[in-house]
């Protein structure tokens, strides 16, 4: 299993989970509309409710739509995004 990524949840628990999300649209080719529908799902749940903050989702589209990079939380310190297969 890979490293978990940070997409700006509060915990590394809420970060696996976007992560799964990510992983899933990019393996299944998923619009953004679609990512959004996965995101607001996981939001129901009070543990990972801040999935639908701003940083959060901007953060899930660049993963997935602008390069094949990820945002990691210090600036100008991009990492690879390494791939598996989630159970999403």
Do not use: K
Not at 19 to 31: C, P, R, Y
Not at 34 to 40: I, M, T
């Amino acid at each position: 299993m890979s490293e978990v990524a940070y997409f700006g949840m509060y915990t590394d628990a809420g970060n696996a989970a976007v992560m799964n999300i990510v992983e899933g649209a990019i393996s299944n080719d998923l619009s953004w509309s679609e990512v959004v529908d996965c995101l607001s799902a996981l939001s129901a749940n009070e543990e990972f409710a801040e999935c639908m903050d701003t940083m959060v989702r901007e953060m899930v589209y660049s993963a997935i739509f602008e390069e094949s990079y990820y945002y990691d939380g210090q600036p100008d310190e991009a990492q690879e995004w390494e791939s598996y297969d989630p159970d999403c």
